[in-house]
């Protein structure tokens, strides 16, 4: 028996018995694309990573499962059931050979053969075994993917799902670092999603729609959250609210000198425009130094 007809005789419907796909608010998601692969060039990839079964319940990816054929061995898909588990940041990691059930705990290390599959709700209150009702709220709202035209990655999944358990355990300041064309716009407007359709607010009682302030440090970026943000056209229904391009320049980042400025020594060039990288070289401005000095200190 090949693995097409393990998975179609015997894992699917093991899968179907312990609710996946019948209870509400689960889903199967087959052969799910984790990576295109590493570009080699040439408009070539190397091997992508899929994943035979991926198991969602309330809109979270809580398993990965790796099937191989009837006559394999039971654990013949550990090693990648257990590399995908780590890559998509999810705690349990199933492999099968459509006899059995080897389960693997990537957040205790226990592995263990398995009598069946967990239910639905069974592996949620494993994954979180302590209640709380924004996490529940946040999860009810799935991400906005344009009726599945632009789906997310899995690190931009990480990325969401961190900064919303953050929020539903009320810790108040978050940072996200991603490098240049990894989605932050997608990742900003999921998070803004997320909260704007579960209610939440600074009074933590989901009592009104939240006013969200998204600021850029440059014109394309904000023309681009536009395009992203105007997902099922909340400005022109009145659910979201219409913004205002500001462009602000501080007199820190660049100076021009005028007669009426006082000139300690030195030569200077009246209008000359003096930037960023002219600062501390060609010319010194002592007060804006003492400015960055006692803005570090209360950061500090």
């Not at 992508?48 to 809580?62: E, F, S």
């Not at 099937?67 to 550990?78: C, M």
């Not at 490098?179 to 009592?207: D, V």
């Not at 904000?222 to 007199?251: C, M, R, W």
């Amino acid at each position: 028996m090949n693995e097409a007809e393990t998975r179609a005789e015997h894992i699917d419907p093991a899968l179907k018995a312990a609710g996946w796909g019948v209870a509400e608010g689960s889903r199967i998601l087959r052969e799910y694309p984790i990576t295109p692969g590493c570009i080699e060039g040439h408009g070539r990839h190397g091997k992508p990573l899929i994943a035979d079964y991926v198991l969602v319940y309330r809109n979270r990816k809580l398993a990965v499962e790796e099937a191989k054929a009837w006559g394999k061995p039971l654990t013949e898909g550990v090693g990648q059931a257990k590399d995908y588990a780590a890559k998509m940041a999810v705690r349990f990691a199933y492999a099968t050979n459509g006899q059995g059930i080897y389960g693997i705990d990537m957040q205790t290390g226990k592995e263990s053969e398995l009598p069946r599959y967990p239910t639905p709700d069974e592996l949620w209150n494993l994954t979180f075994a302590e209640a709380n009702a924004w996490r529940d709220r946040f999860a009810a709202v799935p991400f906005e993917d344009k009726g599945g035209s632009h789906p997310s990655r899995y690190y931009q999944d990480i990325a969401v799902e961190r900064v919303m358990e953050a929020i539903a355990e009320d810790q108040q300041r978050i940072l996200l670092t991603l490098a240049t064309g990894t989605g932050k716009t997608f990742i900003a407007f999921q998070i803004a999603w997320k909260l704007f359709h579960s209610r939440w607010n600074l009074s933590r009682e989901p009592s009104r729609r939240p006013r969200i302030l998204f600021l850029t440090d440059r014109d394309i970026l904000a023309n681009q959250a536009y395009n992203a943000f105007s997902a099922k056209e909340g400005i022109h229904d009145g659910f979201l609210t219409p913004f205002k391009v500001k462009q602000i320049s501080t007199t820190l980042d660049e100076y021009v000198y005028t007669p009426d400025d006082w000139l300690i020594e030195g030569e200077i060039e009246t209008g000359k425009r003096y930037t960023e990288t002219d600062f501390n070289k060609i010319i010194e401005i002592k007060e804006r130094e003492a400015h960055l000095y006692q803005r570090q200190e209360a950061v500090a």
